[in-house]
């Protein structure tokens, strides 16, 4: 466990020191802040229900660039080696990289707490979607994270991560708005594969459990890939 | 201390490393040796638990490479080949990391730290980040790097490849006061280097182990033959082989470089363990040759590098 927390401490802190980080999450700001108060004085309503709707589509671009370096440039510069033959387990790695981007996602969303302050001043605001809606982020970046980790693991190469990354991440966020492609008995399965559905329920302020679960499951299956593919390699 | 049993690995169809089986002994400096892509360095992946062998068994002390992963990992310090480090770390965060790792506690991780900077000389570089630095300097990071927790195996790939004859000089140096205790492995194409610092050698090509033995029996067995090597003016390369050749143990003659106005260079091999400097002397003092190089040349490592491992 030890390996695990100095691991991710050392991923997380990497991202602080290149200019990732900051030119991430300034990114990431302007975009949700800039879509989110152009309408929002329209609407007239305190909620933060148009901020949570774009999240999705802006999680699929933003934490697949994150990620993308977490195993592509270890593979690239060889440092993978170098680590792997520390007394360290591959799990500990793996873990290790996954908190630090689950991490990094939350270091994101913290400065966005400053929108629900603002809102809660000038009307009423109802705390339970905002504590539903960050939970439900928090939740959909962990997937996205093990996605990406997934796509890194594939290619030495970022760009290429990066992409592959982001095409899984958008496909899972737009696939149940594409339902009219699929035929009539498969609508169920499909529909309940979309992440944005998923996170929209939480974002409502409903916890349910089929959509902890199912941001679970998407967790454990891109880091159970990740884990094959770099097994494989070896 | 370390004993490898059959040890093979295909990558697909290409067999890198074929059946091999080799011990070695606690404070002992081996040395791996071949030509490129004889299968050094995927021996030596496997063996630090970073590929999987195909087939094949490695112990380390008591411990199975397949039970008991971790605590073999604990035992070794491993530089992989050209040190490739996390580009964008000062060479002290990467320290710092690398003892964190290797389970060194806070007191003793500083104090760890300052002796491997005093041995791998990093005191200048403490606060540069890694992509600063050049090879060399890289290297010796990657030293201190393998060297953290005092291991009891050190295993080195190409230790030297890239650095300036200083720094190799001080690298060699520094192992063959490491291997005074510890258990080094080092995998090189660079014979000098086997002869300079270890005290058995391992020679592999195409995968397979062609020679495995002792470097003074190595040395011993080349050393049985040698050459004659002569530098001579005025004279031509027929009358220096119809004098030569009556000499009795000399085996052959080879010409080496003939100019028209400059010296004649030839070599003369002898028959084994014989020395023929003083016939070949007096022979050629009958004559009124100007005799400007004469030394003899024994068989080095470099030779029996060669036959063992050129192709027929």
Same mark, same amino acid.
């Given at each position: 466990?030890?390996?695990?927390?100095?691991?991710?401490?050392?991923?997380?802190?990497?991202?602080?020191?290149?200019?990732?980080?900051?030119?991430?999450?300034?990114?990431?700001?302007?975009?949700?802040?800039?879509?989110?108060?152009?309408?929002?004085?329209?609407?007239?309503?305190?909620?933060?229900?148009?901020?949570?709707?774009?999240?999705?589509?802006?999680?699929?671009?933003?934490?697949?660039?994150?990620?993308?370096?977490?195993?592509?440039?270890?593979?690239?510069?060889?440092?993978?080696?170098?680590?792997?033959?520390?007394?360290? /387990?591959?799990?500990?790695?793996?873990?290790?990289?996954?908190?630090?981007?689950?991490?990094?996602?939350?270091?994101?969303?913290?400065?966005?707490?400053?929108?629900?302050?603002?809102?809660?001043?000038?009307?009423?605001?109802?705390?339970?979607?905002?504590?539903?809606?960050?939970?439900?982020?928090?939740?959909?970046?962990?997937?996205?994270?093990?996605?990406?980790?997934?796509?890194?693991?594939?290619?030495?190469?970022?760009?290429?991560?990066?992409?592959?990354?982001?095409?899984?991440?958008?496909?899972? /966020?737009?696939?149940?708005?594409?339902?009219?492609?699929?035929?009539?008995?498969?609508?169920?399965?499909?529909?309940?594969?979309?992440?944005?559905?998923?996170?929209?329920?939480?974002?409502?302020?409903?916890?349910?459990?089929?959509?902890?679960?199912?941001?679970?499951?998407?967790?454990?299956?891109?880091?159970?890939? /990740?884990?094959?593919?770099?097994?494989?390699?070896? | 201390?370390?004993?490898?049993?059959?040890?093979?690995?295909?990558?697909?169809?290409?067999?890198?490393?074929?059946? =091999?089986?080799?011990?070695?002994?606690?404070?002992? =400096?081996?040395?791996?040796?071949?030509?490129?892509?004889?299968?050094?360095?995927?021996?030596?992946?496997?063996?630090?638990?970073?590929?999987?062998?195909?087939?094949?068994?490695?112990?380390?002390?008591?411990? $199975?490479?397949?039970?008991?992963?971790?605590?073999?990992?604990?035992?070794?310090?491993?530089?992989?080949?050209?040190?490739?480090?996390?580009?964008?770390?000062?060479?002290?965060?990467?320290?710092?990391?690398?003892?964190?790792?290797?389970?060194?506690?806070?007191?003793?991780?500083?104090?760890?730290?300052?002796?491997?900077?005093?041995?791998?000389?990093?005191?200048?570089?403490?606060?540069?980040?890694?992509?600063?630095?050049?090879?060399?300097?890289?290297?010796?990071?990657?030293?201190?790097?393998?060297?953290?927790?005092?291991?009891?195996?050190?295993?080195?790939?190409?230790?030297?490849?890239?650095?300036?004859?200083?720094?190799?000089?001080?690298?060699?140096?520094?192992?063959?006061?490491?291997?005074?205790?510890?258990?080094?492995?080092?995998?090189?194409?660079?014979?000098?280097?086997?002869?300079?610092?270890?005290?058995?050698?391992?020679?592999?090509?195409?995968?397979?182990?062609?020679?495995?033995?002792?470097?003074?029996?190595?040395?011993?067995?080349?050393?049985?033959?040698?050459?004659?090597?002569?530098?001579?003016?005025?004279a031509?390369?027929?009358d220096v082989?119809d004098k030569l050749?009556a000499i009795?143990?000399?085996?052959?003659?080879?010409?080496?470089?003939?100019?028209?106005?400059?010296?004649?260079?030839?070599?003369?091999?002898?028959?084994?363990?014989?020395?023929?400097?003083?016939s070949v002397y007096h022979a050629i003092k009958q004559t009124d040759w100007?005799l400007?190089?004469?030394? $003899?040349?024994?068989?080095?490592?470099?030779?029996?590098?060669?036959?063992?491992?050129?192709?027929?």
């Open positions: 466990m030890q390996q695990v927390i100095r691991i991710c401490s050392k991923e997380f802190k990497d991202y602080f020191i290149s200019p990732i980080a900051y030119i991430v999450i300034s990114i990431f700001l302007l975009v949700t802040g800039w879509f989110f108060f152009t309408t929002f004085f329209y609407y007239n309503q305190a909620d933060l229900r148009n901020f949570f709707n774009l999240l999705p589509i802006t999680f699929s671009f933003m934490i697949p660039a994150v990620t993308m370096r977490l195993f592509s440039e270890e593979l690239n510069v060889g440092s993978y080696e170098m680590l792997l033959t520390l007394p360290v /387990t591959f799990k500990d790695i793996l873990v290790g990289k996954f908190l630090a981007g689950v991490l990094f996602v939350a270091a994101a969303l913290v400065p966005t707490f400053a929108y629900p302050i603002f809102i809660a001043f000038m009307g009423q605001l109802e705390w339970g979607p905002v504590a539903g809606g960050y939970l439900g982020a928090l939740l959909l970046g962990a997937s996205f994270v093990a996605v990406g980790l997934f796509a890194s693991s594939l290619t030495r190469n970022q760009i290429i991560a990066f992409i592959v990354g982001m095409a899984i991440c958008f496909t899972l /966020t737009l696939i149940d708005k594409m339902l009219f492609f699929f035929p009539r008995s498969l609508l169920g399965v499909v529909g309940y594969l979309g992440a944005d559905f998923h996170f929209q329920n939480i974002a409502r302020g409903i916890i349910d459990s089929r959509d902890i679960v199912y941001f679970l499951s998407v967790v454990f299956i891109g880091l159970y890939g /990740t884990h094959i593919v770099m097994q494989e390699k070896n | 201390m370390i004993h490898i049993e059959n040890l093979t690995k295909y990558y697909n169809d290409f067999c890198a490393v074929d059946q =091999i089986s080799f011990d070695i002994k606690k404070g002992e =400096i081996l040395g791996l040796l071949g030509p490129n892509g004889a299968g050094k360095t995927t021996t030596l992946r496997m063996l630090t638990g970073y590929f999987m062998p195909t087939s094949g068994t490695i112990s380390v002390k008591d411990y $199975q490479l397949d039970d008991n992963l971790l605590e073999i990992k604990k035992l070794m310090g491993y530089l992989p080949e050209s040190a490739p480090l996390y580009h964008s770390m000062l060479v002290y965060d990467y320290l710092d990391y690398v003892a964190g790792l290797r389970g060194l506690d806070k007191n003793k991780k500083i104090s760890r730290i300052r002796q491997l900077v005093d041995l791998c000389g990093l005191d200048e570089i403490m606060h540069r980040t890694i992509s600063e630095l050049s090879k060399g300097l890289k290297q010796r990071v990657g030293l201190a790097h393998a060297m953290m927790d005092d291991p009891e195996i050190l295993i080195l790939d190409e230790p030297t490849s890239g650095l300036d004859p200083n720094q190799i000089a001080e690298i060699r140096e520094i192992i063959r006061h490491i291997g005074e205790e510890k258990t080094v492995i080092l995998s090189t194409h660079i014979l000098s280097e086997v002869e300079a610092t270890c005290d058995r050698v391992v020679i592999i090509d195409k995968g397979k182990i062609v020679a495995n033995d002792r470097m003074e029996i190595l040395k011993q067995f080349a050393g049985q033959s040698h050459f004659i090597h002569l530098d001579i003016l005025r031509t390369f027929q082989n050749r009795d143990g000399v085996v052959g003659i080879e010409k080496i470089i003939e100019k028209p106005n400059g010296p004649l260079s030839v070599q003369v091999a002898c028959k084994s363990a014989s020395d023929l400097r003083e100007v400007i190089e004469f030394h $003899q040349e024994t068989k080095t490592l470099e030779t029996i590098f060669r036959e063992l491992t050129e192709e027929d």
